[in-house]
């Protein structure tokens, strides 16, 4: 997988920024494994055993044209895993903080977006109608995922069999997750998704109005549209999250995944940490470490300021909460990122029991 490493050789503690490594959810028609499924290349895929021993036209599994879409725009490396079974295979994964709904309903499974360590990129619904409120009412309300709409058609995806000609409807999921993934390596995490054209001969399926845009852009929860405009093709034109604080700028999608990410790189980092027997020292590392880390999504442009004052804040304290009775004192973390605006902070609060 595609890293890159902070790492101060004085002070031993290393952050690792992993860069958004998808997982998509299947539904087993097509590679039948109960357990998460490394998938380096689209090449290498379709070099899987149960996708070239298919009895069926791979066109007609999602996963498959899902995965084509996704590396058609640009996707990296990726994991597939059992729509079932992503809680339970997500635990075993370090390196994913992307989940790709490809076409599978993930609404049902809530700890997906609880989590906290991971985005979700949701399907919209199959059609719109002039109450988005109804519409939209199943879908979570949360700043952990966003959806997006319409599904995508493509030359590509059609076939003929003895039932006749058929189209294949693309879930929007993956090509989103294909953007995503060039962003993240080429700038971060915190790099705007929108206003990109899609790849690999992906069109929207439905050519949505002004009106209806702006209709579902606005509503309780908001719905990213993938509009067509002459001379572009279809284009990403939204970056909502489904967050229920509309005033905050963690109802961006690109702010949201920052925060995501450093959330999960500095708590991995905490739990690698020996606090004994100087948890003092080991504190002051501690904030070294951060501060480096911050500082290197800084100078990358993920955090505004034009000093790193103005940029990020970092305050580390050794403290016994209430309800500790067991010996134990806690590392609290706290953070202040600067995501859209110089000196405009986000608060971020990390605590991580430790031994003294």
Known sequence: MDTSHVLSEDIGIEIRTTHGVPIFAHNQSLIKSPTAVQIESFEGFRDIDDVKQSEKNLLCHPLYVSL????????????VCPTDK??????????????????????????L???????????????????????????????????????LKASWATYQDNDGNHSVSIPVSAAVAGVYSVGDREHGVWKVPVNISLGGGAEAEVDVSDETTDL????????????????RGSVIWEMSTL??????????VSVQRLLLSVEKDIREMLRSVVFQPNPELTLQKVHTAINGYLY????????????????????????KLDGDTDGTVSAVIHIRLAAMCPSEFIDLRIVQKTSQ
């Open 86 to 111: 992503l809680v339970e295979e997500l635990s075993k994964l370090d390196d994913v903080n992307l989940i790709v709904a490809a076409g599978e309903n993930l609404i049902d499974q809530p700890a």
């Open 113 to 151: 977006f609880a989590d906290g360590r991971y985005f979700v990129i949701l399907d919209g619904p199959s059609a719109l109608s002039s109450d988005p409120a109804n519409t939209m009412k199943s879908y979570p309300v949360t700043p952990n995922a966003a959806v997006y709409y319409p599904n």
């Open 216 to 231: 579902y852009t606005f509503s309780d929860k908001p719905l990213n549209m993938i509009k067509i405009f002459p001379g």
């Open 243 to 252: 967050g229920e604080d509309k005033s905050t700028v963690q109802c961006y």
């Open 296 to 319: 290197n999504i800084w100078t990358k442009g993920g955090l505004k300021g034009d000093s790193h004052s103005e940029a990020y804040s970092v305050k580390v304290d050794l403290i």
């Open 68 to 79: 084509k879409t996704y590396f058609d725009n640009g996707g990296g490396p990726c994991y």
